[in-house]
């Protein structure tokens, strides 16, 4: 599944238990230890908050927090997430400039440095395309940002947990995810976390913000605990999926994901079916997305007849490309089931 994704069972046994006070000290115990993971699993020293949202809310805090109206930021678009971070900031009244990658392509780092300037205050990156099925270089992004005045802001929401990103030493200054991707998380649950020039940024912020004020969330992330009431649940779940993640060894994770994806990509390239990224350098290995027409068609099918979810294409990809998630609680009996189910299915559209 291409998120929400499948939960492990211990993950789901973690939520099986009587409700506790958000206020209490049992809640503070397990906010801290849930953010020791984080700050693990986001390879950072900085706080790695917690908001009850999906990703999108969290999309929005980094940029209602870190900017202020008429701001100038870049988006770099390469898919509909990547765009809808562009449109957020626009609904907050920032100029964005666009660079915009060819379908399939990921985003060129030397083309969007050629639209930051030294009134650029922003650059906006997503880490993974899930759309389209892109990785970008995060790393690349940070070394060409790094002595600008520009926030490299980074919507890892498909990516963490299952694609490398070092936050601090490749110079990130914001990162945010949804707990329901590649984390093995509860639907529900964001995370966020910002560099010491992401927080000077939130200081000069002249956006009005309630809900998602994060210096507000911070001080009283310290003694573990959040403005409002959280999503208790999510957060148990949270914490035994970072404690999952890091038994097994963030090396060995990313590992399994590049496993994983290989053999889906292989087994469809075998099919006759090609990957819809232009090159497979920079294809996904959380999400891999596959050009075929009729996707539709066989979304259903694969559904109807064989009970596996994949994902369908999206936007105007919607009947000519589909999405095979490998990211989370993937083994590889799921990826074999998956790929007999597909031979079957492709054998009877063809
Ligand atoms: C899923 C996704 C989002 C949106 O996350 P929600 O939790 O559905 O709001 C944002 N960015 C990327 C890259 C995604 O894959």
Same mark, same amino acid.
């Given at each position: 599944m291409v998120g929400p994704t499948v939960l492990p069972d211990s993950v789901i046994h973690s939520m099986d238990r009587q409700v506790i006070s958000h206020r209490g000290e049992a809640f503070s115990e397990l906010s801290k230890k849930l953010n020791a993971n984080l700050k693990k699993v986001v390879?950072?020293?900085?706080?790695? !908050?917690?908001?009850?949202?999906?990703?999108?809310?969290?999309?929005?805090?980094?940029?209602?927090?870190?900017?202020?109206?008429?701001?100038?930021?870049?988006?770099?678009?390469?898919?509909?997430?990547?765009?809808? !971070?562009?449109?957020?900031?626009?609904?907050?009244?920032?100029?964005?400039?666009?660079?915009?990658?060819?379908?399939?392509?990921?985003?060129?780092?030397?083309?969007? !440095?050629?639209?930051?300037?030294?009134?650029?205050?922003?650059?906006?990156?997503?880490?993974?395309?899930?759309?389209?099925?892109? !990785?970008?270089?995060?790393?690349?992004?940070?070394?060409?940002?790094?002595?600008?005045k520009a926030l490299l802001v980074v919507d890892a929401v498909s990516g963490l947990g299952g694609i490398d990103l070092q936050m601090d030493a490749w110079n990130v200054d914001v990162v945010f995810a949804s707990a329901q991707k590649a984390l093995m998380g509860a639907p529900g649950l964001a995370v966020i976390a910002l560099s010491d020039k992401a927080w000077e940024a939130v200081e000069r912020s002249t956006i009005p913000k309630f809900y998602f004020d994060l210096k507000r969330a911070r001080k009283m992330w310290q003694i573990g605990q959040h403005p409002w009431t959280p999503g208790v649940y999510q957060i148990f779940a949270l914490l035994e999926a970072t404690n999952l993640i890091l038994a097994e060894g963030l090396p060995e994770v990313f590992a399994r994901h590049q496993r994983l994806s290989n053999m889906v990509i292989d087994g469809m390239s075998e099919l006759g079916v090609p990957l819809f990224p232009k090159d497979r350098k920079y294809a996904s290995i959380t999400v891999n997305t596959f050009a075929f027409d009729r996707s539709v068609e066989f979304v259903k099918r694969l559904s109807d007849e064989h009970d596996i979810v994949i994902g369908g294409g999206q936007d105007h990809l919607h009947n000519t490309t589909f999405r095979v998630g490998t990211m989370g609680y993937i083994t590889e009996n799921d990826v074999n089931a998956y790929l007999a189910a597909a031979k079957k299915v492709l054998d009877e559209m063809r």
């Open positions: 390879q950072t020293k900085n706080e790695v !908050m917690t908001l009850t949202s999906s990703g999108t809310g969290s999309m929005e805090a980094a940029i209602q927090n870190c900017f202020s109206v008429g701001d100038h930021v870049v988006a770099a678009v390469c898919g509909v997430f990547s765009e809808r !971070m562009a449109q957020i900031a626009e609904t907050y009244g920032l100029q964005v400039t666009r660079v915009i990658s060819p379908d399939g392509e990921a985003s060129d780092v030397e083309k969007v !440095m050629e639209a930051v300037d030294e009134n650029t205050k922003g650059v906006f990156v997503v880490q993974n395309e899930s759309s389209t099925g892109v !990785m970008n270089d995060i790393k690349k992004f940070g070394a060409a940002l790094k002595d600008t």
